[in-house]
């Protein structure tokens, strides 16, 4: 890519910083350019973050229908996923799936709500509560 | 109390394992930029790798994993890194304040998702990234991170959790800093094996790795709208591919642009006209990996209409194109 080419998109997902692209001058020589962003990275980028955001949405929404407990609210708001929670919480998904059902989740232990907390990182009440409607 | 290694120089770089590499090197004095030890360390691949899920979707890796760059590197110039995994959080902080207080230039693994600095669309539970330590300042590190413009500043805590984040490739404290590095350093000489090596790499024999991997991505781009039923999932999909390339870890054209970077500088060293023109045709082959993510977006974006099998045939041309240049690197001799 010639250094002209690099786009300067300004996109909102780089928050005014700005990313290396190697990229060749006049002469065909390589050197370090800075780039704003670029609308297709963004576009990508922003609908990947849009999807998590949505889930969170629908989880926060069965949270207050009561079918839902509020850890699969903050769990989707920290951009997990059942697996990717399990992992970092070293429970198997069977009882993650589990928890994330009202009537089991009032009933956890304190050490389990501890794990949870600070794999979240969420103090044992927030992790309890979720935003009013 | 402000600790801090003296002269210490930011390089922002495009990628944060090369950079930090790179930062280690020059600080000690040697001039070794960037797509150097991207190319030292035969860093260029391709991996689709259907076990590991990011949100749901399949791994998609355009360079080696986590840590072999650091490694390659080291192995290839002959200088000492000490690496240091710790079990326990607290121990693992108090030891990286020591080397700091040494005025050590200490390498760190961490999580993206924890790091403070980092803008919130970027922020995903990502844990194999790379940065620099160089002092500290009260109780704020000051932290040299490759991908960034400047030099950033991170409070304990969050750099804490960053540092001992867990899930897949789970840093596990992970800090590394050399021990000894000698005077000189024999670049040229290891030139050519890391290019042969990297080119053994993308003519691996495994369904889903190197060429072989980007034209099964390819086919498999082709049948998508019989494994996924809505479009909506098919726009998903696409995108993850576009993200992985672009975005995480810079991605795929952006390393094909660092490799021929590498390979200009090589061709430079060794005064090698075959290698000037292999870096001219992996500039086109990263060029068209550009395109190809430009056409998949347009898409999504229904500003084309959606059509897989010219996609398909895009990334089957990005294969075309890098096979060109590894068919004649294979044999490289210097």
Redesign the interface.
Known sequence: ?NKNDVPQDNS?????????????DEK???E?V?SSG????E???????E??EEQAQDALARVHQGLSAPLEYHMYN????I??LA????LFQWQVKRHLKPTVFTKLSHSKLQRYAD?L?LSITALQSVPVP | MTSSSPTFRHYHSAHCETGVVSSILQHHGHDISEAMAFGLASGLSFAYIPIVKLNGLPLIAYRMPPKSIIKGVQKRLGFNMAFQKFSDAAKGMDTLDKHVEQGKLVGLQTSVYWLPYFPEDMRFHFNAHNLLVYGKDNEEYLVSDPVFEDVVRCDKPSLQKARFAKGALAPKGLMYYPTHIPKSLPVEREIPGAIRKNAKIMYAPLPMIGLKGIRYLSGKIRKLDKQLKTERKVKLYLGHIVRMQEEIGTGGAGFRFIYASFLQEAADRLNSAQLKESSEMMTEAGDQWRQFALNAVKMCKKRANLDLDSLADDLRLCADKEQAVWRELRKFKG
């Not at chain 1, 670029?38 to 990275?41: I, Q, R, V």
């Not at chain 1, 576009?43 to 973050?49: C, E, I, K, L, S």
């Open positions: 890519m909102r997902t780089y928050s005014g910083h700005r990313k290396v692209i190697y990229a060749t065909g020589s390589y370090r800075e670029w609308e297709a990275e576009f990508a980028t922003v609908m990947a973050v999807q998590l920290k951009r997990l996923d697996p990717q992992q970092v919480t070293g794999a990182g």
